[in-house]
């Protein structure tokens, strides 16, 4: 039997993201919160309507961590749904909570969306939130076989991706690809605290990838990292190791070991998945120079329409000083000489682009 | 009086660029390198003609650091040239080397262009890939008014903006805004070589965007790296002591420590110049859902030119899975509106931008 009624419990970004994708595949959504403003406000979004104890088939808890345990026991006890799932980027505590406070756990199927975005509330919201975005769902051994079923095809309504795995890889594989990357990227951004302003008008594009999550909000990462703890360090003391390592081959020039990491570098890089699974590394990059004035990209893209050819990827190098930046666009490799030439005719300058 | 003729002795990517480039302006280019073919090739370009021994105004010295020295002492004895100045990427080593060969520095002003690219040789040159970008001059006590005159007209030549700098605060700016970062970003990218692919099916933009240097060449940077090996050393070190210490915190549940680094890492993030020398952050970021399919790029930014918005900067944000992207794209805080009405005319999908 599919989702016809869903609770979602927290009507934040993620859950009344949720919510919305749900209603435009036509199931009723109940909407809940602590915070009545914000109910409100999802209600006006069109993601659903107040909540005032129907039964539902699944309630989706999109509620902080450290919340998910007791309000899972409070909705069981009510009965509010046949199947429970959540969106804390945690696993391990809230499960821990959960079962400290007897919750039933064959109904309970442990959840985490991974669509980051710098921006939260519900008026942020969007039912294209998830679309091709990761779930992992991650269901124990008391799991129910009907929970979970319910708890994909929530998965399968917001456009998203299924990934299944234990709750304990889990909180290790968000440390290693998210959590323990942003105190890097923290503590490089922090070097750049204090100090003249001269080197950072030497400053380019590497740096500013390298810093570019740093941005984010420093109380919501502190809760983050703080329930990710034990992984998020293990990940830290790897690579703080490796980088006085480095140091120290360097200072004593054994270059070999500093050519060794930059090798397990490209190595690591190599594994990320890009665009649709397809590792980045497989696009060529055209380069083309732009000026800074309104329609640019536009004439930019449409000699790219003429020649066919789809840009897989795009990146705009800015500097400092003159209104010029590098478009970058990645496209098969098959469809390089095709760009370059149809940019070309319309009067753009592309170097060569290398083999 | 101006620069009518110049020797450019290397031509890779820099030399050949930088020759390009004065012959757009007009000027005599005179070509020199070790590799005939390489040489051969920049002609061919038409980044000039071949070197047999003309005077100069001026020489630009185009070849891998540990040669700076030798080379230029070799110059001036033939006189090849009224100034002199070089590209390579670290100055203290290139200068000590100079001095130790007895060459003139009156007539030597050590530069660098801060023009990073992953591809390299002649074919790769382009006249504009200066353009806008910084490029460093390190002149020291001994450094000729006249010879000053030279290198700066050079780099106005070149479309690039005159950073002034002591040599050894050059080499210390350059290890922590490029090299130490680029250490970094292969030490997170090394965190992934090794172990399953579960991990890795959860990464997002953010991982991709602090590792994505970790793909440069590990041999030339080995030699970037040995080159500035003390600043690169030092820089690491402290890196790698935040790393450290945010590990202990986290394990001995010291929240503030961690949030301590979360907030310095926010504001040396914000010290790093965006486009055009204003902060990045100054932005605003309009989102807006991708087909993956040609034209529609082209179709959004026809739709912003129609609404004469100016997009600043545009990031594509992928994920494994469907074929769609988030487009999210930084315009002037005041053209949100403007931006998203005329996109939402025209059919797109754009979540309501957060003030």
């Known amino acids: 039997m599919p989702i016809e009624k869903a609770l979602v419990v927290g009507t934040g970004l993620i859950g009344t993201s949720a919510a919305l994708a749900l209603r435009e595949k036509g199931v009723a959504v109940y909407l809940s919160d602590v915070d009545a403003h914000a109910v409100r406000l999802a209600c006006e979004l069109g993601a659903g309507q107040e909540w005032i104890g129907e039964e539902t088939d699944l309630a989706l808890i999109a509620v902080p961590p450290h919340l998910v345990g007791e309000r899972l026991a409070g909705l069981q006890k009510e009965g509010a749904a046949r199947a429970y799932t959540d969106v804390a980027s945690v696993k391990a505590d809230p499960i821990a909570d959960a079962e400290r406070l007897g919750c039933d756990l064959t109904s309970f199927v442990p959840g985490h969306p991974l669509a980051g975005r710098e921006r939260s509330g519900p008026a942020a919201a969007r039912a294209d939130l998830f679309l091709g975005r990761p779930w992992a769902l991650c269901p124990g051994n008391e799991t129910g076989a009907d929970a979970l079923r319910l708890a994909r095809e929530l998965v399968v309504l917001c456009g998203a991706n299924v990934v299944t795995v234990g709750a304990a890889e889990h909180d290790s594989a968000v440390a290693l690809v998210s959590h323990a990357p942003h105190v890097v990227a923290s503590a490089v951004a922090a070097s750049l605290a204090g100090g003249g302003d001269v080197p950072l008008s030497l400053a380019g594009q590497g740096l500013r990838d390298v810093t570019r999550i740093a941005a984010g909000n420093p109380l919501l990462w502190r809760k983050i990292l703080a329930g990710n703890a034990l992984p998020v360090a293990g990940v830290l003391d790897r690579i703080a190791a490796d980088l006085a390592s480095a140091a120290s081959a360097l200072r004593s020039g054994e270059w070999d070991d500093v050519l060794d990491l930059l090798r397990r570098g490209v190595d690591g890089h190599g594994r990320i998945p890009g665009k649709h699974s397809g590792p980045v590394r ?26 066919d050819v789809n840009i897989e990827d795009i990146r705009l190098e800015h500097s400092t000083g003159l209104p010029v930046g590098v478009a970058e666009m990645s496209v098969r490799p098959e469809d390089t000489g095709k760009l370059a030439e149809a940019l070309r005719f319309h009067g753009w300058h592309v170097p060569p682009v290398p083999r």
């Open 282 to 307: 497989d696009f060529a990059v055209v380069q083309v120079v732009l000026r800074d004035r309104p329609g640019e990209l536009a004439r930019l893209f449409n000699a790219a329409e003429l020649a």
